[in-house]
């Protein structure tokens, strides 16, 4: 039997060599941090703090706006100096708190549960909650509220997405390599909010050593299978992964919870293992500095609030003639042209470039070799697509099914005249999702 995929994806060169032996270390906090309030999906959090005020590291520093919502905590001792706006990977301008770090290193006390197994479900997911635990592959959704659905009964699988198929990141192999009982045990109180679900931890065939790694560590619970899947991108996009391994789909309209099932990132479940075992808030994570310009590409456990700049001083700087700096991965992440931008809960990797090969390459016409099709993992028509959205021709967009592109960039990615097929889609999905929100205003 082969392995556990989906049809369509690509196999671009993964550039992991670069990174993934380095194992995770500190990254030294700097002066001045700067805490986004909204490093999450849904309302933003609210500042508890004033100008002047004196913080510990583990510290709330801005409570959760709401059900949807999480808190933000201070990952250093030292003074607020107050609110500053930062640019954010994606170039919006966020407001954020900035600390003064004193680097005394002053923490809070945390009150690790003495048994997490004698807690109540309530009890689980309100530490979950406290702990500002969101997604943190990068959706930044909420984990609790996830972790709510409603019908706790229907969910038959948790997924916990190890495929890592974005090329050059790694902090998730360390992670499975360094930290393989965090995950099971995260992924064991996951499963104990749910009566009938089982466990999946979905890793890619490029990872056997930490297949080996999570197979030993989850030997003896009959409810967690570690599940080995091709290598292909994007084999960790949620609905390929959800395929792949139940053989359900899920369209754009639908949740993972529709088709039973509920995915989460390995930092995620370290981060919930964390926050129930420890009650230690989320205000650190894994960030891979890697690429062909950085000096000494490796893994970090790095504090939220440290500046990019920073960051990159500690990876041993960049070569002089680097062309391209990407927040995250070369496929889905966002080109920065700064590095004055702070780490948030959902940033897995900065990647410097030697050569920005998207920017030398010139667009020709379509040839129409087909390619984009056989390489879109949605079955889509991406050459089409993007034509609509060039012409700005948006009911032709929708009707062709635009809204189902999962923006893995495959599509740009194959095609031989060098179309940005994936930026156009992108754009115009943006357009068609900022046109129903005004509607839905309206009425
Ligand atoms: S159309 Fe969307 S889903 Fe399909 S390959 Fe392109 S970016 Fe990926
Ligand atoms: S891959 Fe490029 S050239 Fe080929 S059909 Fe698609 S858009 Fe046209």
Not at 199 to 227: F, H, P, T, Y
Not at 291 to 296: H, L, P
Not at 341 to 347: D, F, G, H, R
Request: glycine fraction near 10%.
């Amino acid at each position: 039997m082969g392995l556990l995929t989906f049809k369509g994806g690509i196999h671009p060169n993964d550039g992991k060599a670069l990174a993934k032996d380095q194992a995770i270390r500190p990254a030294e906090a700097g002066d001045k941090l700067y805490f986004s309030i909204s490093q999450h999906i849904g309302a933003p959090a609210k500042p508890v703090v004033e100008k002047g005020d004196h913080v510990k590291r583990g510290q709330v520093i801005a409570e959760a706006g709401g059900f949807v919502s999480a808190p933000v905590f201070s990952s250093v001792s030292g003074t607020v100096a107050g609110m500053e706006k930062m640019r954010m990977p994606a170039g919006n301008l966020m407001d954020c708190i900035v600390v003064e770090n004193d680097h005394a290193n002053e923490e809070i006390s945390y009150e690790p549960a003495k048994d997490w197994r004698a807690l109540s479900k309530e009890e689980v997911l309100g530490r979950i909650k406290d702990a500002g635990v969101v997604g943190m592959g990068g959706a930044g959704f909420p984990t609790h509220v996830k972790l709510s659905p409603k019908d706790p009964s229907a969910i038959d699988y948790i997924q916990i997405n190890g495929a890592e198929c974005e090329p050059y990141l790694t902090s998730d192999y360390r992670m499975m390599l360094e930290h393989p009982e965090k995950i099971v045990e995260g992924l064991q109180i996951m499963l104990s909010l749910f009566p009938k679900a089982k466990g999946q931890i979905c890793v890619e065939a490029n990872k056997m050593d930490c297949v080996e790694k999570l197979q030993k560590a989850a030997s003896g619970d009959s409810s967690i299978e570690v599940r080995v899947m091709k290598t292909k991108y994007p084999q960790g996009a949620e609905r390929m992964l959800i395929f792949a391994n139940t053989g359900r789909a899920i369209n754009s309209k639908m949740l993972p919870a529709d088709a039973g099932c509920i995915v989460d990132n390995i930092a995620t479940v370290a981060a919930i293992h964390d926050a129930v075992v420890l009650g230690k808030p989320l205000m650190e994570r894994v960030v891979t500095v890697t690429g062909d310009a950085a000096n000494q590409p490796g893994n970090f456990m790095t504090p939220t609030g440290m500046l990019f700049s920073e960051l990159i001083e500690q990876a041993g700087g960049l070569k002089d003639d680097f062309e391209k700096l990407i927040a995250g991965g070369p496929m889905m992440g966002f080109s920065v042209f700064s590095t004055n931008i702070p780490v948030t809960k959902t940033s897995g990797g900065i990647l410097a470039m030697a050569h920005d090969d998207v920017a030398a390459s010139e667009p020709s016409a379509c040839i129409n070799c087909g390619r984009c099709v056989e390489a879109c993992p949605e079955h889509l028509i991406p050459t089409r697509l993007a034509q609509f959205a060039d012409n700005s021709k948006m009911d032709e967009f929708r009707a062709n099914d635009g809204m189902e592109c999962c923006e893995c960039g495959s599509c740009s990615y194959v095609c031989p005249a060098k179309r940005q097929l994936a930026q156009s889609i992108k754009s115009m999905r943006k357009m068609c999702l900022a046109a129903a929100a005004a509607a839905r205003a309206k009425k």
